[in-house]
Structures are given as structure tokens and as C-alpha cells.
């Protein structure tokens, strides 16, 4: 299993885990909100219930009172006592949940009414002064039997509503008990998966990571046999591969490169060894080494006063020159590939970011500078590394072309949405310094030659053939002592 498919595994697993605790959460939550609601609503019910008996037994008190005590006003009071009742059944009804709870309402309900109109009928015997019929209507009937099965249904009520508050009570404890497990064994897992993704990373992508570092270290001091562990299957392993080749391939460039015969007669050319196209480290050192010893036997000769021996020791050091300069070259060549790494890129901050380079040049030679970007110009797809290079590359060239104290320099950019090809992104660098012919500029851009071989001009070659890479053009336009413009013309791809 590859890198990418361990870590996907193992963020997999933590995912579902954390949503498996969210769903755990949510229903718990969801649960505790519904068992809340219907311990609210059967407490609503229960003080409703309470409410209807209160008002009844205080409406029931003014039947005696009407009878033993002859209270002109016991009826109105009776009515008076009852008149919110049939609220409070509505009210009660409405919160029932089940059939079995509205049938206990009305049950409830029954026996009220029942109640509530045989005492009314004693206040009409009352009022028809046959005090002996309401007073048995009152005892045999009221208080045996209608107050009774009322008194029995309500306290019914009370306890069935106890028992349901008791269940629901238990379901909410269940629901936390339930929760409690699942939460725990999620953390436990999370856990578990957190500690077993720091003891990957840190035997499986750490460990490695820091082998691959000081095995980079090693080559960097010039220990081209060093070589990583191939048998992983990972993109590590890979990566260790890739490392393998690329020491290999240094180490067998080295080793040629030792056995090359040098120019200048030192070594054997019979391996017949064409030096000049392997670029290394080891051919500038022997050259420059070479250079030094022919520079010094040029000044030995020159004490000696040998004019012959000093003719034929400048033309060698001159050969000498000329092999450093196309070395060096070579080298700059390598350094700036012309494969590009095309990426959607920031020209804005990449245009700052090139002037914050020059930024302590333009402050110790007192540069007056300007930076200048529409609006419009924000992202595009360029090699950003090798674009950056080409605008340092034309701001170096500006500053050589301005006195050592003092002068002026701008950058430019725009798009323009009328050229022949499409919108074009434009990016200018102008100076007031000396300027230069055109024919010399022209020049620039070419290989040119001597009596003794072909130098090429690597700065200006290089920004140019970088612009054009890119399907660009680089134009430039001097005038001596009025300064140097150049044009840059890139195609504007936004995708």
C-alpha cells in the first residue's frame, strides 16, 4: 500500500469516527429535546388536572353552604368557581398524546359534568324551597356516588401521568446511556487511530524523510556513493529510487569527468573524450587551476625577458580565458533549463517580489523607482520561477546603465486586449541610464565570433529565449545616453 492510500485509510477512519460521534451528538441532543418536551407537557397536563380538581371541590363547597346556612349567593359563587373549567378541559385535551389520554380526559370530563349537574339541581330545589329533596339529593347523590367516581378518575389522571413521567424519565436515561457508550468508544478510537498515525509517521514517513535529508548532506560534501533503501513500495520508495539514479549518474559524470584529458597539453587526449559537453564543477576548478598556473608562468617569463616564450604564453592564456568562458557559460545554461514549469501565478506579488530584490540597490545608489500595475492583471500561467529570473535579469541590466549615484527606473504592466494574437500580458522595464546602439543590442542576442572560436552572450540569450518559450517576444529599444526600454509580450492564459 502506497503513502497516499495509508494516510487516506487512516484520515478515513478518523472521519467516520468524528461523524459517527457528530450522529451520536445530534441524536442525543434530539432526544433530550423530545423527552423534555413530553415531560413538559405532562406537567402541563398534570397542573391542568390539579387546576380542574381545585375549581370543582371550591365550587362543591357552596352546595352545603346553600343548604345548612341558606347563602343567597352560594349559586353565583358556584358558577363563578366553575366558569374556567371548561378552558382548562380544552387546554388538557389538546396536550393528550395518545387515544388512552384523551379517553382519561374524557372520563374525567364525564364525571365532572356529572357532578356539576346534580348540583345545580340542588340549587334549583333550593330555590323551589324543598330543602328536604336537595339535602337527600345532595348526600346520596353528590357526596356517595358523583364526588366518589369523580375523586376516583382524577387521582387516576394524577398516577397515570406519574407513571408515563417515570417512562419517559427512564428513556432519557437509557438515551444518556446510550450516548455515554458510543462517545467513549469514539474517543477511544479516535485515540487509538491518532496514536497509530504518530507512530506511522514518525517510523514510516519521518524516519525515512530524515534518512533521505542527511543522505542529500552526503552528496552535498561530495559522497556520491550513497545510496537509500529501493525495497518500499511507496512513493518514498520511489523517491529513494529516483535518489539512487541521481548519485549514480553524478558519481559516473565525476569519474569521467576525472579521466577527461584537460586542454592545454597537461593530460593524455588518447580517450578521444569530448570534455566540452559535460559541465562540472571539477572542469571550472582545473580550469581555473590551469589558468592560474599559466598566469604565473607568464609573469616568470616576463622577468626572464624571453619575448618568445611570452607571445606564445599570452595566446595560451588567452585559450585558457576563452575555455573558462564557455564553461561558465555551459554552467549558467544548466543552471537555467528552458523546460518549463507552467503554474497559475500571482504576477502582482511576482512583480513586487522582483523589486523587493533590488530594493537595497535602489536605496544605496539613491534610485528613483517606479512600479506601476493595472488593475486587471492578476493571475496567470507562467513558469514563475524563470519568469522571475528574466525581470531580474532586465532590472541588473537597467542598474548597469545607471550612474553610480542617482537615476530612474520603472516597471509596467498591462494587458493588451488589442493585439493581433489575443490579449497579451505586457510587462515593460525602462531606464534613463546611458542606453546603447540597436546594431549592439542586436548583438546581444547572438553568438558572435573571433579568430579563435564562438562566445555566446548568455544573460540577454537566455531572457529571450525564456520569453519565447513561453510563446512571447522580447523587444528592446535604446538610445544612447536617453535609456533602455524593453518590452515583454507574454500571451495571457488565465487556465
Do not use: C
Request: hydrophobic residues 40%; negative net charge; proline residues 2%.
Amino acid at each position: 500500500m502506497n503513502l497516499q492510500k495509508k494516510l487516506l485509510t487512516i484520515f478515513s477512519g478518523l472521519a467516520l469516527l468524528a461523524l459517527a460521534s457528530g450522529g451520536v451528538t445530534v441524536w442525543a441532543i434530539a432526544q433530550w429535546h423530545a423527552s423534555e418536551s413530553n415531560l413538559q407537557e405532562h406537567y402541563q397536563r398534570s397542573l391542568l388536572l390539579q387546576r380542574v380538581r381545585a375549581a370543582t371541590f371550591r365550587a362543591l363547597k357552596e352546595v352545603p353552604d346553600r343548604i345548612l346556612t341558606d347563602d343567597d349567593d352560594a349559586k353565583e359563587e358556584f358558577e363563578e368557581s366553575i366558569k374556567p373549567v371548561e378552558q382548562d378541559f380544552q387546554e388538557w385535551a389538546e396536550l393528550a398524546d395518545s387515544e388512552a389520554e384523551r379517553q382519561q380526559v374524557q372520563q374525567v370530563r364525564n364525571a365532572y359534568n356529572n357532578l356539576i349537574q346534580n348540583s345545580r339541581r340542588v340549587f334549583e330545589l333550593m330555590e323551589a324551597n324543598r330543602r328536604d329533596e336537595a339535602f337527600e339529593l345532595m348526600e346520596e347523590q353528590l357526596e356517595e356516588k358523583d364526588f366518589e367516581q369523580f375523586q376516583k378518575v382524577t387521582e387516576q389522571a394524577v398516577a397515570s401521568d406519574q407513571k408515563i413521567r417515570q417512562i419517559i424519565r427512564q428513556q432519557t436515561q437509557n438515551t444518556r446511556q446510550t450516548a455515554q457508550l458510543v462517545l467513549t468508544i469514539s474517543a477511544f478510537g479516535i485515540l487509538s487511530l491518532i496514536l497509530l498515525l504518530f507512530a506511522y509517521l514518525a517510523s514510516d514517513l519521518f524516519a525515512p524523510l530524515r534518512e533521505a535529508e542527511q543522505a542529500l548532506d552526503d552528496v552535498a560534501r561530495g559522497d556520491f556513493q550513497r545510496r537509500l533503501d529501493e525495497e518500499r513500495k511507496d512513493e518514498l520508495g520511489a523517491l529513494n529510487r529516483a535518489f539512487n539514479r541521481m548519485t549514480a549518474a553524478i558519481a559516473q559524470r565525476e569519474q569521467v569527468m576525472g579521466l577527461k584529458a584537460m586542454p592545454g597539453g597537461e593530460t593524455d587526449n588518447s580517450t578521444g573524450a569530448d570534455w566540452h559537453n559535460l559541465p562540472s564543477r571539477l572542469t571550472l576548478h582545473r580550469l581555473v587551476s590551469q589558468l592560474r598556473s599559466r598566469v604565473s608562468q607568464l609573469h616568470n617569463h616576463e622577468v626572464d625577458g624571453n619575448g618568445a616564450v611570452i607571445v606564445e604564453q599570452k595566446q595560451a592564456l588567452v585559450e585558457q580565458l576563452d575555455q573558462l568562458l564557455q564553461a561558465v557559460t555551459r554552467v549558467t545554461e544548466f543552471g537555467f533549463p528552458l523546460d518549463l514549469n507552467l503554474a497559475r501565478t500571482d504576477i502582482r506579488a511576482l512583480l513586487y517580489e522582483v523589486m523587493l530584490r533590488f530594493q537595497d540597490d535602489f536605496v544605496r545608489r539613491g534610485v528613483s523607482f517606479e512600479l506601476q500595475i493595472a488593475p486587471e492583471i492578476d493571475y496567470a500561467v507562467v513558469d514563475r520561477l524563470k519568469l522571475r529570473e528574466v525581470l531580474a535579469e532586465l532590472i541588473r541590466n537597467a542598474l548597469s546603465a545607471l550612474p553610480e549615484q542617482g537615476g530612474r527606473l520603472g516597471i509596467r504592466s498591462y494587458l493588451d486586449t488589442d493585439a493581433t494574437n489575443g490579449t497579451e500580458l505586457l510587462i515593460e522595464v525602462a531606464d534613463d541610464g546611458a542606453g546603447i546602439e540597436q546594431p549592439l543590442i542586436n548583438q546581444a542576442f547572438v553568438t558572435f565570433e573571433d579568430s579563435r572560436r564562438q562566445r555566446p552572450s548568455v544573460g540577454l540569450k537566455l531572457t529571450k529565449a525564456i520569453v519565447e518559450q513561453h510563446g512571447g517576444h522580447l523587444i528592446i529599444d535604446s538610445e544612447p545616453g536617453l535609456g533602455t526600454h524593453v518590452q515583454i509580450r507574454l500571451p495571457w492564459r488565465e487556465e
